[in-house]
């Protein structure tokens, strides 16, 4: 059975992270969705509340699961049985430091391989950080986030 993990924070879920779980998702017999918990961090929603919206956005997709990990992602992969790690890449700069990320996991886990699949062009502008400074301007992004991500933004702004 090929396992493959797609690692994130997912602060908050955007539509350019389940775009790339859908497409993973078809790659693999199974796809586990995990949001690293970096204590060094500070992060808008908890990791309970990020579950919970993996948990939701995901519960259509009978071959993907949801983790929590503090710790080398690498070192998850390994842990869990998982053959791949995806990565999705929105620009050049996105795509060289997931080509020095994978560099370093392929020197601790040589067995673990790193996928990169490109985000589609209408998402290329979503990341989570912009979704959280777009809301604390006044600014909506509907569409770009599920409504229950959306609402919970709202609330947090």
């Known amino acids: ?19 790339i779980i859908k497409r993973a998702c078809k790659l693999f017999d199974e796809l586990i969705v995990v949001i690293l918990n970096n204590s060094k961090k500070t992060s808008m929603f908890t990791v309970e509340e990020r579950i919970s919206f993996l948990q939701a956005a995901t519960q259509d997709l009978d071959n993907v699961r949801v983790a929590d990990y503090e ?28 080509m020095e990320i994978a560099a370093i996991n392929q020197h601790i886990a040589s067995e673990i391989e790193t996928l990169i699949l490109f ?12 979704i959280k400074e777009m809301v604390a301007y006044g600014q909506s992004v509907e569409g770009l986030v599920s409504e229950e991500v959306y609402a919970a933004l709202l609330k947090k702004c």
């Open 1 to 19: 059975m090929k396992k493959a993990i797609f690692p994130g924070s997912f602060d908050p879920l955007t539509r350019g992270h389940m775009d």
């Open 119 to 130: 985000a589609n062009p209408q998402d290329s502008f979503v990341s989570s950080s912009a």
């Open 71 to 98: 710790g080398l992602t690498v070192e998850f992969a390994r842990a869990v049985g998982a053959c791949c790690m995806v990565r999705g890449v929105r620009s050049i700069k996105d795509y060289e430091y997931e």
